[in-house]
């Protein structure tokens, strides 16, 4: 009787017998390296956010953010005249400038300086209209009062009805804490007289939340033009 060998014999007997394809060499000698990069965890806040129409109604009444405030567009005047528009918009307020105004003029001949500020380069004018002479410039004050919270901060920019006309309305930021009339600054950019209508809308404030509450607001370190009441000068 034959004896099993224990080995197959056959077409399958020699494919298995083969011995397994040699890899390249330079494949043979790679090793693979693992790299561990690090985590970084990143605290997660929600970004600086601009407020919506329902937010400024809130606060103006739960705050007293504005007086007085004008919850919707005011696009007409009492006794029916069209006007420039103030009021709530869908993410900001337009405000209006009072009748006080501060028009400048060199009949002094004084020199302008920031630091040392002679109010003789101005002359007081109240009234419905004001008007700025050529290349010439006012000072005005808002109607309305604001109170700025501790977490907001604003950004305020000249009405498109003013800005084609050539008339330049400027209004720096109001600050954390900050309260007070605005002071209003209008350039007259024109080689011609330019109209201001008080009592109508002149720029409008865009109201910024941050994530986080400042460590130190403008009320906190006692700002110079904290509760500024009428048409504020410079100060230093």
């Given at each position: 009787?034959?004896?099993?060998?224990?080995?197959?014999?056959?077409?399958?007997?020699?494919?298995?017998?083969?011995?397994?394809?040699?890899?390249?060499?330079?494949?043979?000698?790679?090793?693979?390296?693992?790299?561990?990069?690090?985590?970084?965890?990143?605290?997660?806040?929600?970004?600086?956010?601009?407020?919506?129409?329902?937010?400024?109604?809130?606060?103006?009444?739960?705050?007293?953010?504005?007086?007085?405030?004008?919850?919707?567009?005011?696009?007409?005047?009492?006794?029916?005249?069209?006007?420039?528009?103030?009021?709530?918009?869908?993410?900001?307020?337009?405000?209006?400038?009072?009748?006080?105004?501060?028009?400048?003029?060199?009949?002094?001949?004084?020199?302008?300086?920031?630091?040392?500020?002679?109010?003789?380069?101005?002359?007081?004018?109240?009234?419905?209209?004001?008007?700025?002479?050529?290349?010439?410039?006012?000072?005005?004050?808002?109607?309305?009062?604001?109170?700025?919270?501790?977490?907001?901060?604003?950004?305020?920019?000249?009405?498109?009805t003013y800005?084609?006309?050539?008339?330049?309305?400027?209004?720096?930021?109001?600050?954390?804490?900050?309260?007070?009339?605005?002071?209003?600054e209008f350039?007259?950019?024109?080689?011609?007289?330019?109209?201001?209508?008080?009592?109508?809308?002149?720029?409008?404030?865009?109201?910024?939340?941050?994530?986080?509450?400042?460590?130190?607001?403008?009320?906190?370190?006692?700002?110079?033009?904290?509760?500024?009441?009428?048409?504020?000068?410079?100060?230093?």
């Amino acid at each position: 009787m034959a004896r099993c060998s224990g080995v197959p014999r056959g077409p399958l007997a020699e494919g298995t017998a083969k011995s397994a394809p040699r890899l390249p060499e330079v494949a043979r000698h790679r090793r693979v390296v693992i790299r561990h990069t690090p985590v970084i965890h990143v605290e997660q806040r929600s970004p600086m956010t601009i407020k919506s129409d329902k937010w400024i109604r809130r606060m103006a009444k739960s705050h007293n953010m504005i007086e007085p405030f004008a919850p919707d567009q005011v696009r007409v005047s009492e006794d029916g005249r069209k006007i420039v528009s103030y009021g709530t918009s869908s993410y900001g307020y337009d405000i209006r400038c009072a009748d006080e105004f501060k028009i400048f003029t060199n009949i002094n001949s004084t020199i302008v300086d920031p630091k040392n500020f002679d109010e003789k380069s101005f002359v007081d004018f109240k009234g419905d209209v004001c008007i700025i002479p050529p290349n010439s410039f006012a000072l005005a004050r808002t109607v309305e009062y604001f109170r700025i919270p501790r977490s907001v901060l604003t950004v305020c920019l000249g009405k498109s009805t003013y800005a084609r006309c050539g008339i330049i309305v400027n209004v720096t930021p109001f600050e954390p804490e900050w309260e007070g009339h605005v002071t209003l600054e209008f350039s007259n950019t024109t080689p011609l007289p330019a109209k201001i209508y008080a009592n109508e809308g002149v720029a409008q404030v865009l109201f910024f939340e941050s994530d986080e509450i400042c460590e130190t607001s403008y009320a906190d370190r006692g700002g110079k033009y904290q509760g500024q009441h009428g048409v504020t000068l410079p100060k230093t």
